[in-house]
Every structure is written in C-alpha cells, then in structure tokens.
C-alpha cells in the first residue's frame, strides 16, 4: 500500500512538472518537513503509523544497539586465530535463539542438525530432512547480524558425489541465506570439500566423533584414545585442511591429542569436547543453557551456565495461576473505551 501511494503521488508530480508548474521544495535534513505537499504528506502519515504502539503479537530484533558489532568474516576469524584469539561459536536452530546468540557476541552461529533432537524430537541427527534444516537456517539468517553463520549438510544430502554436496551447499547460501557450510568426514571427503570451496563456499569440517556416523562407530564414542586412532584423526585434519576447510570441529577427542592436532595445523579448530587447547569452541545452546528438564542426559563436556526450563515453567505456572484466579489480565493489561461510547454501545444491545 505505501508502494501504491508513493506511486500515485510520483504520478501526479510529473504530471504537475509537465504543465510547468513550480516543483515542490526540496526537504534537506535540517529543513523543517513541508507537510503540504502530497509526498510529505504521505511520508510523514506512514512514519506516524509506523511509531504507533503495536497491539499484536510480533517478533521486531528490538531497539538496535548503540554500538553494533562489526560484521564477522572468514578474514575476521582468520585473524583472531593468528592473534591467539579464542573463537566462540554456539547453535541457534530458530529467530529467537540466534537473536539471543548474536547479542551476546557469538563469533560463529552454527545452524546443527542436533535441531533434530532439540527442536524437532527426533532420536539422532540422521532423521532430519534438507528441507528442514533450510528452513531454520533462514529463520536463524533473519536474526543474525554480525555472527558468521554457519548450516550443517544433514545426512544423505553431501555423501553420494561431490556434485550432489556442491549442489546442497549452494542451496544451503542461496536458500538458507547460510554464509558457510559444515559437513562431517576426514580424508573421504576431502575431494568433495574440495568441490564446496573452489565454487567460493566456506566450509567448516569435522572431524574425531562424527555424529551422522555414530552407527558405524558402535555410537557416540570418543575417537583418538589410542596412538593409532589419534594418529587417523589426525589425518583426517590434515587432509580436510588440505582440501580447504577454513576451520573444523573437533568432537569428543582427548584434550592432549586435540592440542597437538591444533599446533599442527594452520586452521582454527573448535573444539566440543576435545580441551582448552582447541582454536576456540561450541555448544548446543540448549543444552548449556539448561531448557529441558532436570535428568536429560548431557554429554560430559557440557557445562550448564544457566537453567532455562525451571524459570520458564515457573513463569508458565504463575500464568496458569492468575489466569485461574482472574489475577490476569488486570486493567494495566487491557484497552479502554469512552464512557460515552460504553454507555451507547450498553444501550444497544439492551434488546438484542
């Protein structure tokens, strides 16, 4: 409707121009707005409405910050790792947590299919779908403002050919409005991230315990206990840096073995679960943020820096309970009406 409006009044000017009519005044920045002419008018009618008080539920970022963050790049992380700089990453699988997560200063934003068990219930990251996980990666992307944001191929979309992987990722930055991609596996996949990067994709490996395998691990093992078995996870770093990883995950790897893998490479690395000594780190936001129940089973690097579920259910029941009461909604919370207006409306309905 603004568009239209805009529209007509353009219409309008030229034609008024046309006839050789003097144009309205220019508006400078410190001129007083003159609200006679049709394009002020409509202007300054749709700005007012614009401030109005919202009387319906909506999800707006909120008042901007004063200062806002500078946007993070792949140079930006590049950087950080060569100062020694820990980056921090977490997961946000919708609008509201990677809000939260780029207020807080995240450098990273990862977009993990563990939303299949976090948001969506399912048992293993396995069930989720491709179209799933684009869907909260655009609801994720319309958050994040300064976070570098990252979507993680679901399994079966990446494994079959490298042209199958490239083909995903694309739809991963055009479709999930993703600015890099994760993908699991070490030197068998390396010629498919290869693909991924020199199509300009960024790409985050990963590499130890990779989850969409845990099948064929005998389940969620730690990997490199062993000299043998740190020596192959070690491989695998290298060759996935080789193939052009910008960074790689680290999962469930000896602290030791993960600070010799990270001195050996010339990519960050971040570590969950594999010790202080990794380029930087992540978490499963809900899981650190404590929103489900008391006995959930949390990996043991999980540290729990706050408890979510117990402040939002007792916000729930109190809601329950002065709904129950009547305590809610209080006048505060309601809309008012002229007593003129009230009594004519009464007086209508006196028959019906």
Known sequence: MYLSSLSSVARRSCATLSRGTRP??????????????????????????????????????GTPPTNPRKKVTIGTLRAMHKRGEPITMITAHDFPSAHVADAAGMDMVLVGDSLAMVALGMEDTSEVLLEEMLLHCRSVARATKAAFTIGDLPMGSYEIAPEQALETAIRFVKEGRMQGIKLEGGKEMAPTIAKITRAGIPVLGHVGLTPQRQNALGGFRVQGKTSDGAMKVLEDALAIQEAGCFAMVLEAVPAEVASIITEKLSVPTIGIGAGNGCSGQV??????????????????????????????????????????????????????????ELEAFAETVKDV
């Open 24 to 61: 309205p005044p220019t508006l400078s920045s410190t001129s007083t707005p003159n609200t006679t002419t049709p394009f002020a008018s409509v202007f300054h009618q749709k700005h007012a409405s614009n401030q109005q008080t919202r009387h319906s539920s909506h999800s707006p970022m």
């Open 283 to 340: 978490l499963v936001q809900v899981d650190m943020t404590g929103n489900f129940p008391p006995g959930r089973f949390l990996p043991k690097f999980v540290k729990k820096y706050g408890d979510v579920w117990s402040e939002s259910l007792r916000a729930i029941e109190t809601y329950r309970d002065e709904v129950k009461s009547r305590q809610y909604p209080a006048p505060e919370h309601t809309y008012p009406i002229p007593q003129a």
